[in-house]
């Protein structure tokens, strides 16, 4: 009975605290309504979470996040640069598409984080079949070059971990 109406335990007790934060009070109530956004939450988006996770290889993962956060702060700077230095009709952003192997909701998911959270490259699309991204880049002066980077930096290490 309590599994049913507390699927996700976690997220459920980080919306109650949220909630309390929010209203910075602990009067019946805020803990009334906080208990409410902690059941009905999860409830009402169960349909919109990915598959259950399925993770494999750790020691990847561990990579890719430390690769992640080291291509961030490159990417940070390497955007500061350009805006500081150069025009932007000098700065050649472009959409590009890049075709994807990888099919694992959970997978696709953590690759838009990756993407979005790396200054210059937005998500933008997925094709309906999740074969091609759409991905606008500030500095797209090799589209080719980003394909491949995206490709062998960060699919192939979320197949390893994800599929």
Same mark, same amino acid.
């Given at each position: 009975?309590?599994?049913?109406?507390?699927?996700?335990?976690?997220? +459920?007790?980080?919306?109650?605290?949220?909630?309390? &934060? *929010?209203?910075? +009070?602990?009067?019946?109530?805020?803990?009334?309504?906080?208990?409410? #956004?902690?059941? #009905?939450?999860?409830? &009402?988006?169960?349909?919109?979470?990915? #598959?259950? !996770?399925?993770? /494999?290889?750790?020691?990847?993962?561990? /990579?890719?996040? #430390?690769?992640?956060?080291?291509?961030? *702060?490159?990417?940070?700077?390497?955007?500061?640069? *350009?805006?500081?230095?150069?025009? +932007?009709?000098?700065?050649? +952003?472009?959409?590009?598409?890049?075709?994807?192997?990888?099919?694992?909701?959970?997978?696709?998911? !953590? *690759?838009?984080?990756?993407?979005?959270?790396?200054?210059?490259?937005?998500?933008?699309?997925?094709?309906?079949? /999740?074969?091609?991204?759409?991905?606008?880049?500030?500095?797209?002066?090799?589209?080719?070059?980003?394909?491949?980077?995206?490709?062998? /930096?960060?699919?192939?290490?979320?197949?390893?971990?994800?599929?």
């Amino acid at each position: 009975m309590i599994r049913r109406l507390v699927p996700h335990p976690l997220l +459920s007790a980080a919306l109650f605290g949220l909630w309390l &934060l *929010l209203v910075q +009070s602990l009067a019946p109530p805020s803990l009334l309504m906080a208990l409410l #956004a902690a059941i #009905a939450g999860p409830l &009402l988006t169960d349909s919109l979470r990915p #598959a259950p !996770v399925r993770m /494999r290889r750790p020691w990847t993962a561990c /990579r890719l996040m #430390a690769r992640v956060l080291a291509d961030a *702060l490159r990417s940070n700077l390497h955007v500061a640069r *350009l805006l500081l230095t150069r025009r +932007s009709n000098d700065i050649p +952003s472009a959409f590009v598409r890049v075709p994807l192997e990888l099919r694992d909701p959970n997978a696709l998911a !953590v *690759l838009a984080l990756i993407l979005c959270a790396t200054p210059g490259t937005t998500w933008a699309e997925l094709a309906l079949d /999740r074969s091609v991204l759409l991905l606008h880049v500030f500095d797209a002066r090799d589209p080719g070059q980003v394909v491949a980077d995206i490709k062998q /930096r960060y699919e192939r290490p979320l197949m390893e971990i994800f599929e």
